[in-house]
């Protein structure tokens, strides 16, 4: 299994500028939670998908942000307009229904910068 | 205050050392308790999990939960350099699947 992919590794981006990031879970998961990771904040649970829809999106910081999981095995996470405080690690992670203790499997992330 | 509180570190042992890596919660709620590692630049994986109180041992890894205390701890036993790494606590609550987790603990283990 190829594990959870996600895309682009790492942007670059300047203020105001649209910013997508792409998750594909593993095949057969069926949750999907986006995280971002900040030295001063941690591991923040943005929003998280049970086959494919959204079930708590109360991480989500501000409007700027969006989820959408269109099938199964696509997840996007949309930053419009990116400002410099969202520099951070995004991590996507699935899971897998009726698992005990609910593992996680997350994603290399995307290492995002604006300037 | 948040829910789940952890050390940031960094802790820095020599190699052999036993180490220590606690959290502490205020959700009462809690039930399920987790250690996640995570090597630098990589996404955090599983390492140990509990249910409820009491101690579970895995080779060198033995999880701790003291649910009265509202603590939870990791040791390590005859560290490694190769166990340098920031170590993540999770926990939640029965039936949900959403983890809350700790900042991590920055682990280092010199040769």
Same mark, same amino acid.
């Given at each position: 299994?190829?594990?959870? %992919?996600?895309?682009? @590794?790492? &942007?670059?981006?300047?203020?105001?500028?649209?910013?997508?990031?792409?998750?594909?879970? %593993?095949?057969?998961?069926?949750?999907?939670?986006?995280?971002?990771?900040?030295?001063?904040?941690g591991l923040e649970?943005?929003?998280?998908?049970?086959?494919?829809?959204?079930?708590?999106?109360?991480?989500?910081?501000?409007?700027?942000?969006?989820?959408?999981?269109?099938?199964?095995?696509?997840?996007?996470?949309?930053?419009?307009?990116?400002?410099?405080?969202?520099?951070?690690?995004?991590?996507?992670?699935?899971?897998?229904?009726?698992?005990?203790?609910? &593992?996680?499997?997350?994603?290399?992330?995307? @290492?995002?910068?604006?300037? | 205050?948040?829910?789940?509180?952890?050390?940031?570190?960094?802790?820095?042992?020599?190699?052999?050392?036993?180490?220590?890596?606690?959290?502490?919660?205020?959700?009462?709620?809690?039930?399920?308790?987790?250690?996640?590692?995570?090597?630098?630049?990589?996404?955090?994986?599983?390492?140990?999990y509990t249910y409820?109180?009491?101690?579970?041992?895995?080779?060198?890894?033995?999880?701790?939960?003291?649910?009265?205390?509202?603590?939870?701890?990791?040791?390590?036993?005859?560290?490694?350099?190769?166990?340098?790494?920031?170590?993540?606590?999770?926990?939640?609550?029965?039936?949900?699947?959403?983890?809350?987790?700790?900042?991590?603990?920055?682990?280092?283990?010199?040769?």
């Amino acid at each position: 299994d190829a594990g959870v %992919i996600q895309s682009p @590794r790492h &942007e670059v981006t300047e203020m105001g500028q649209e910013v997508t990031l792409r998750c594909k879970p %593993i095949s057969g998961h069926d949750y999907l939670f986006w995280y971002r990771q900040t030295m001063m904040r941690g591991l923040e649970l943005l929003i998280y998908f049970n086959n494919n829809v959204p079930i708590d999106d109360s991480g989500m910081p501000e409007d700027r942000f969006s989820a959408k999981m269109p099938n199964a095995s696509f997840s996007t996470l949309k930053i419009q307009p990116s400002e410099p405080r969202d520099s951070a690690v995004y991590f996507c992670a699935s899971s897998a229904q009726g698992t005990v203790y609910n &593992e996680q499997f997350f994603g290399p992330g995307t @290492r995002l910068t604006v300037l | 205050q948040k829910e789940v509180e952890q050390d940031p570190g960094p802790l820095s042992v020599p190699e052999g050392a036993i180490v220590s890596l606690n959290c502490t919660y205020s959700n009462s709620a809690f039930q399920y308790f987790m250690w996640y590692r995570q090597y630098s630049r990589k996404g955090p994986e599983l390492l140990m999990y509990t249910y409820s109180s009491g101690n579970k041992e895995d080779g060198r890894f033995t999880a701790q939960v003291d649910k009265s205390s509202k603590y939870i701890s990791l040791f390590i036993r005859d560290s490694q350099p190769s166990d340098s790494a920031t170590y993540l606590c999770a926990m939640s609550p029965d039936n949900t699947d959403k983890l809350i987790f700790g900042t991590g603990t920055r682990l280092q283990v010199f040769p």
